[in-house]
């Protein structure tokens, strides 16, 4: 999942953090100091799998973290599951979270994130980067690099 959100968003200079389960906490102490050399308010795009530790996952990682100004879950959501029946497997009775999961979704179930087709998961990613980003602002900074790098190419020659 990493390569591919990596060939799609990555030449945008976007970072793909991989979660893979629960993050060391060295891991999460990497990507808050990332994040807070940045300056400038981080929002957390994310994709887990439909159950109870996917769910879960994600709010660790939120609360240990603590260095997001927002985050948006792309995938997988109870909704997204209905629209689009990637297959499904029975849930873990036996995750100490299952209780919980049935209580808000009426039934313990396990969706994994690459059962959902790539071109829809592509497009639910596409559409919330378009939500943040500014496509002037990188226009501008390609522009820029240009012009910095055809200096460069001038000074070498």
């Not at 609360?63 to 849930?91: I, K, N």
């Not at 209780?99 to 969706?111: I, N, P, S």
């Not at 592509?122 to 496509?135: K, S």
């Not at 002037?136 to 200096?151: C, D, G, K, M, N």
Request: with cysteine; aromatic share 8%; net charge negative.
């Amino acid at each position: 999942m990493v390569e591919q959100l990596t060939q799609w968003f990555g030449p945008l200079g976007l970072p793909v953090l991989a979660l893979g389960g629960y993050a060391s906490q060295t891991y999460v102490q990497d990507v808050r100091a990332a994040v807070l050399r940045q300056r400038r308010p981080a929002i957390l795009l994310y994709g887990g799998d439909f159950n109870p530790s996917g769910e879960d996952i994600q709010r660790d990682f939120l609360e240990r973290a603590d260095c997001f100004a927002g985050v948006e879950r792309v995938a997988l959501t109870a909704e997204q599951v209905e629209q689009y029946q990637p297959p499904p497997q029975p849930g873990k009775a036996s995750d100490s979270r299952a209780a919980q999961f049935t209580e808000r979704h009426g039934r313990l179930v396990q969706v994994e994130l690459d059962a959902l087709d790539a071109t829809d998961l592509r497009r639910l990613y596409q559409e919330a980067v378009d939500r943040y980003w500014d496509v002037s602002a990188y226009q501008t900074v390609l522009e820029e690099e240009a012009r910095e790098r055809a200096a460069l190419e001038a000074v070498v020659v």
